[in-house]
């Protein structure tokens, strides 16, 4: 019990949380004013569940795509959506933002009533909203491709750590392409690093979901990646794909494993068609060949 309670601290740490002593954290964690997930009880309505949480009705209708007429059945989680700010810094840019709450870029922009297409500036601080079954995701940082040069991580600031999704393990992964791997992973601190995988590909073959989960961006990324997607997986997991010719999805759009997320291209830094894929875990990129099946 002692060990336990000595790694629950580190990892306390480690998040950036406060260490909690285990009654005052129960107390937390079973206070339905700072809940952000919610459990209802036999006999429940969601007016009764919105005075005890503190939260407007409307407010858990949106965040968790409830339809008229509004009932709930005991068992059911729903999502309490707390307010969350984000102060930007200086160098971010609502691409990281949106990738770091996991949240889509055009939702926080209409939140907080922006143009999704006009630049953030330091020290504007940005509402961000709760979105359905989104939980907090991964940042990306550019990645050098085929023919680039390494760039700067792009400055990003990590979400609460009570926003945190638990960590899971890795989704079954399928392949988003079938194209050979014509440039391998390359980890951090090594010359020519690498963030993903480039696969060849003819300019408009299909690119396809790894795994099902919710697209957090669509559209033009940094210019290393060219048009991209990202999708949110279970836990903390993201895959990304770049360099792409046409994106056929769009933010906050749910996809199943195998569906057509984009078309094979040369934008971005690429010198030909083809797929640049990541895998990434808690912010961090990873081998995607580690997780796909053996070919």
Excluded: C
């Amino acid at each position: 019990m002692r060990r336990a309670a000595l790694l629950a601290g580190v990892v306390a740490l480690w998040l950036g949380a406060p260490v909690l002593s285990q009654s005052a954290a129960e107390k937390r964690a079973d206070d339905p004013r700072t809940a952000t997930e919610y459990v209802v009880k036999p006999g429940e309505t969601l007016g009764g569940i919105a005075n005890r949480v503190e939260v407007p009705r409307i407010l858990i209708i949106e965040a968790n795509g409830l339809k008229a007429p509004y009932l709930v059945r005991a068992g059911q989680k729903l999502v309490i959506p707390r307010r969350r700010t984000h102060t930007v810094k200086d160098g971010e840019t609502g691409f990281a933002i949106a990738l770091d709450y996991g949240v889509p870029w055009s939702a926080i922009a209409a939140a907080n009533g922006l143009d999704p297409k006009t630049a953030v500036k330091a020290g504007q601080k940005l509402a961000i909203p709760t979105i359905a079954k989104v939980a907090a995701a991964t940042v990306p940082a550019p990645a050098p491709t085929a023919s680039a040069a390494p760039s700067p991580e792009p400055t990003a600031s990590a979400a609460p750590a009570a926003k945190l999704p638990p960590d899971t393990k890795a989704p079954r992964f399928v392949w988003p392409h079938s194209g050979k791997v014509r440039r391998d992973y390359s980890p951090r601190g090594k010359s020519g690093w690498h963030d993903g995988i480039d696969l060849t590909a003819d300019k408009g073959d299909a690119v396809r979901a790894a795994a099902a989960g919710k697209v957090i961006f669509a559209g033009q990324g940094p210019k290393e990646y060219g048009l991209t997607v990202i999708i949110h997986h279970t836990g903390r997991w993201t895959t990304t794909y770049s360099f792409l010719d046409k994106v056929t999805v769009k933010d906050g759009e749910a996809v199943k494993q195998g569906e057509r997320i984009g078309l094979a291209g040369d934008t971005g830094l690429a010198t030909s068609p083809q797929v640049h894929f990541e895998v990434r875990r808690n912010r961090v990129a990873l081998d995607p060949v580690d997780y796909l099946p053996a070919r």
